[in-house]
């Protein structure tokens, strides 16, 4: 006895053994067949009793083992069937001459025989034989089962026979003694007439007789010959023997005690024939009946439960059989398959750790030399009873082990498949699964060296099994899954293979199925590199979309009532961080920007980088990147184009890292960080370039209330100087440019400003619209400044003081106070010159504003906005560093003395109405003199309404005066010229900010004229009514002084005047 | 004398594992991972009842040829392996139980520490001195 059957189970005592062979050729297909349908009968009730006999087919068997079938009757084969494929009545003797030979392999021990012939019709075919049936084809042959079931009766009228045969054999007869077959030489010689031997023998027998009953049905004559064998051979120290009737015994119990069975499927089959309770009481009362078929008393029952073991006894008595089988080293086998079958029983009654004991001893015992395929099957059987008793780790241990052995290098030829399928199944043991999913959840628990020494073995068998699929996707999974536990070199070592892989395989986001429906999920490299934040970009400030508000209800959609509500007001708040309150325009380049790094020791390629979305047609545009070896956080950014319009959701990433594709999804990365992945993609608009006449400037202006500039142009411009500003609006975008809109903002200055900085004429381009795709219209801006042309103190004190006219003994005093500090600059005297030259050059700085829209986002009520900044250094051109009047011939006029100053470094031309030009060097001042018409300027209105409020008074003053520097202006005409440029440059001064009370006084029109002096004394009652009666006062003074000191001399002594006028008593 | 120490969490991963022959240090994992099996069945047959008398001393949870591992489980359902030679005659079931009681006590001092995450696999000193003086004993 040399293969054991690792299948076996205790129930298996109780089978009769049938051999199912084919003879001659069989197509293998047919045989199964037909093998299929024969084993299906596997019990009968026979002949109406209430008794079942069980039948254990087999399609091989070794004859060898057929030889131990005294020893348990369970092994000797009783039954042969034989299927042979007959064609023609030329073969049929031939093949009969086989079956018969078949039969003789087992004859020694065969009840009975079978032959199936297929295939054959004719008159052999006609002949009635009990032994052969003819069967037309294996299609029509429905009577199979009939014939086997007919087969299986006359092997139970056999078993019967022998039974009664045996077991009533009396006492007084010579028993022969059953023997093994390597016990038989030790026989030779023996005393055959010792009581010693004779006892031997009946206990031998009994236990035959005991097997016998059991397979025929009778459980309770068996227990009770089992029991009576027992104590003849432990009497007789017949240990083997001993070692049968005990396990017998517990076979029997076993079969009394779990009528479901312990085998596995067997056991399923068994169950499911007597799916009722009283149906399997049924079936193992027959064990209490006679042969005769005679109900059993009670007594029966009591004797039954008397000689059955308990739970507990069974397994002492297995471990005592296995005790006395482990005496012969030829008893391996039976020892082996006592141990499988103890240990099945222990895995029903969950006594785990027994039972691992039990398989630790079996592990050990010792057959001899085993093949290779044994070994494997004894590994594997190993492994399927640790799974039993729940050891799963032992279980997937030795799994592996029969894996491994699949393989050996002893083996010609190595079964890759058998091992990576075996591979597979150990998965579970070692709490593996291959779904990339199971190990996203934090940090990776679990037996990381057993592990990958799994993965590689997988990525091994399967890369024999000539499947690179396979072997791309596991090693994939080794490098995403067990990248912590990697070192440095391992790293490099799994990626190097992982590219050889991919050189010939691509690995692929596809589900890989295997033949025995294991699905491998695809495995996305979401470490490779890691992404730490995804956060969507907003479109660059010029090609946001803005909504037209239009209606008020817009604003007004919440629901509710109120106009603030905390509760409302924190359920916004949760909505803002997820929805995003920017939109994506349709058919513009958007970005995702994320955050990686790469925790490789090397530098990672990843290439085809791009984004999943969903929602909306998304052109995504693929990106590769390079990242250094172990880099930190690297910004990555992702574009794309939405084509429709809607929800876009951004899902996740696509790479190709080392050959393998992958699709990452946001909600399968831990730890990252989002400002919301969803966000509207509005209806296409139209894009909008601006190129100008000026030249581009790096100087940015300081951002206001988060208007941000595209474009910044500046230009350099003389105080009073106009320049035409051409703008080139290019519609670069694919949809007509319907809509445009222009305003302006000048950022805070304090610069006082004169006039209209900047004026357009929209009209004459908006004749040009709508604008197609790649037209250009042109825009012009007048630039214009004219800031304040007075004199301001500071410059006063940096131009020499000769120069100045203020000379004044009153206010000495005060340059007296003023000096110190004037004269402390000289210690650094370039530095303070030049910072004062400096401030001379005065900025204005103003935004333009390009509100434009079209096609079908104009239709959505969207605009595009963009800026346009402009940088405007004024230089100083002219300078008024006093302003004087004179009274001119005429009461009606008076000359205007203007001392004009050139601060710019080039000779200038001054001219103004009705004078001719005056030439200023650099740095001159040179009084000139104009001489203007009064102004009546009661042509304003004294107070716009009456009924104003006194605060506003003064505002009111310093428009009127305001309005008053206009006009005198306007009359004045002042320009300039500059000629030293290759170009003219020109430009108009202005005095307004150099107007001050009292001039202004002096340009008014007198209410009373100059010849009338009559009138002069009757002032008084005239003035009393002005509501100036300040003014009206100097006027007098000035009058009378005129006439009494000043009226000899000729001309003004302008010192005397000066004096007066700006120090009045 | 002891050949391999391992630290099991309650949920059966390795907090710690080391053993002597470094070179086959995988050996020693499949070694320990099996026995977890028994630890397992050892635990469950215990049952909850009598859960403060319970002996946290497991004994021997399997031999195999050359070696014999030993387990050891707190309350807290962390377990201790602990591989030895068997060709280690002398060591008696007693020193072994004081080996893992000393094991324990260095554990609960990790366990003390405000700084270890429970859970976290083991990196200390203390603990990497106590395991080698346990395993340089006698060889």
Known sequence: MSVPDYMQCAEDHQTLLVVVQPVGIV????????????????????????????????????????????FQTHRKVVGLITITDCCSAMDWPQTF???????????????????????????????????????????????????????????????????????????????????????????????????????????????????????????????????????????????????????????????????????????????????????????????????????????????????????????????????????YKNAGVIELEACVKAVRVLAIQKRSMEASELLQGAVYINLRQLSEEEKIQRYSILSELYERIGFHRKSAFFKRIAAMQCVAPSIPEPGWRACYKLLLETLP?????????????????????????????????????????????????????????????????????????????????????????????PVPFTKLPIVRSVKLLNLPVSLRPQKMKSLLGQNMSTKSPFIYSPIIAHN???????????????????????MVYNPMPFELRVENMGLLTAGVEFESLPAALSLPAESGLYPVTLVGVPQTTGQITINGYHTSVFGVFSDCLLDNLPGLKTNG?????????????????????????????????????????????????????????????????????????????????????????LAQFPLKPGNIATFIVNIKVKLDFSCQENLLQDLDDGISVSGLPLSSPFRQIGKPRVESKPINPPESGKAGDFSHVKTLEAILNFKYSGGPGHVEGYYRDLSLGLHVEVEPSVFFTRVSTLPATSTRQCHLLLDVFNSTEHELTISARNNEDLVLHAGECQRMAIQVDKFNFESFPDS??????????????????????????????????????????????????????????????????????????????????????KCCLVSLWFLLFYLVILFPYSTCPFNFFCFFCCKPP | ??????????????????????????????????SLDVVDEKISAMGKALVDQRELYLGLLYPTEDYKVYGYVTNSKVKFVMVVDSSNTALRDNEIRSMFRKLHNSYTDIMCNPFYNPGDCIHSRAFDNMVTSMMMQVC
Request: net charge negative; charged share 25%; aromatic share 8%.
């Open chain 1, 429 to 521: 043991g070692y709490s593996l699964s291959l779904d990339p999913k199971d190990f996203s959840k934090g940090t990776h628990r679990g037996w990381a060296a057993v592990q990958m020494r799994l993965l590689h073995e997988l990525v091994y068998a399967s890369r024999r099994m000539g499947n690179p699929a396979l072997s791309v996707r596991h090693l994939s999974f080794l490098l995403q899954t067990m990248l912590d536990f990697l070192s440095d070199q391992e790293k490099k070592d799994v990626t190097q293979s992982l590219e050889n892989y991919t050189s010939k395989c691509p690995g692929t986001m596809e589900l890989i199925t295997l033949p025995d429906g294991l699905k491998l999920p």
């Open chain 1, 677 to 765: 992945c969803t966000v509207e993609v509005i209806p296409a608009l139209p894009r909008l370039q601006i190129s100008t006449s000026l030249p581009r400037s790096a100087h940015t202006l300081q951002p206001s209330s988060g208007d941000e500039i595209s474009t910044n142009v500046s230009v350099q411009l003389y105080n009073g100087e106009t320049q035409q500003l051409v703008i080139k609006l290019e519609n670069i975008g694919t949809e007509p440019l319907e809509k445009l809109e222009v305003t302006a903002k000048t950022l805070s200055t304090k610069e006082k400003l004169y006039g209209d900085f900047l004026s357009w004429k929209l009209e004459d381009t």
């Open chain 1, 572 to 594: 916004r708040g949760e909505e803002r961080s997820k929805k995003i309150d920017f939109q994506w325009v349709q058919g513009d380049v958007c970005e995702v920007q994320l």
């Open chain 1, 944 to 1029: 716009p309404s009456e009924g104003v409020q006194f605060a506003n008074a003064k505002k009111l003053e310093e428009e009127r005066q305001q309005a008053k520097g206009l006009e005198i202006n306007s009359k004045l005409d002042i320009c300039w010229k500059i000629i030293s440029f290759n170009k003219c440059r020109e430009g108009e001064a202005s005095v307004e900010g150099v107007l001050n009370q009292l001039v202004l006084e002096h340009l008014q029109l007198a209410p009373l004229q100059w010849g009338d002096t009559a009138k002069l004394f009757y002032l008084g009652g005239d003035l009393a009514t002005k509501a100036r009666p």
């Open chain 1, 27 to 70: 197509p293998e297909e047919n045989f199964f067949q037909i093998y299929k349908r024969i084993s299906s009968v596997n019990q009968i009730n026979v002949r109406d009793s209430q008794r079942v006999l069980y039948i254990r087919y087999r399609h091989h068997y070794p004859p060898e083992n057929n030889e131990w079938g005294d």
């Open chain 2, 1 to 34: 004398m002891a050949v391999c120490i391992a630290v099991i969490a309650k949920e059966n991963y390795p907090l710690y594992i080391r053993s002597v022959p470094t070179e086959n240090e995988l050996k020693f994992h499949y070694t320990v991972h099996t």
């Open chain 1, 97 to 327: 001459e086989k079956f018969h030979l078949q039969k003789e392999i087992y004859g020694s021990t065969l009840y009975d025989s079978r032959l199936f012939v297929f295939g054959l019709q004719g008159e052999i075919a006609e002949q009635s034989r009990t032994d052969v049936a003819f069967y037309p084809s294996y299609d029509d042959c429905e009577t199979v089962e009939k014939r086997i079931e007919d087969f299986i009766e006359s092997l139970f009228i056999v078993l019967e026979s022998k039974r009664l045969d045996r077991a009533t054999d009396k006492s007084g007869d010579k028993i022969p003694l059953l023997c093994v077959p390597f016990e038989k030489k030790d026989f030779v010689g023996l005393d055959t007439d010792s009581r010693h031997y004779k006892k031997r023998c009946q206990g031998r027998m009994r236990k035959h007789v005991g097997d016998l009953c059991l397979q025929a049905g009778m459980l309770q004559d068996s227990l009770v010959h089992y029991h009576m064998a027992v104590e003849l051979l432990r009497s007789v120290n017949d240990f083997l023997w001993l070692g049968a009737a005990l396990e017998g015994l517990c076979s029997a119990s076993v079969i009394y005690h779990y009528p479901g069975g312990t085998g596995g499927k067997a056991g399923a089959r068994r169950a499911q024939g007597s799916s009722l309770p009283s149906e399997a009481g049924n079936r193992h009362r027959p064990g209490a009946l006679t042969s005769n078929g005679i109900n059993a008393d009670t007594s029966a029952e009591i004797g039954r439960a008397k000689n059955c073991l308990s739970p507990e006894d069974i397994i002492d008595k297995y471990k005592e059989a296995i005790s006395y089988y482990s005496k």
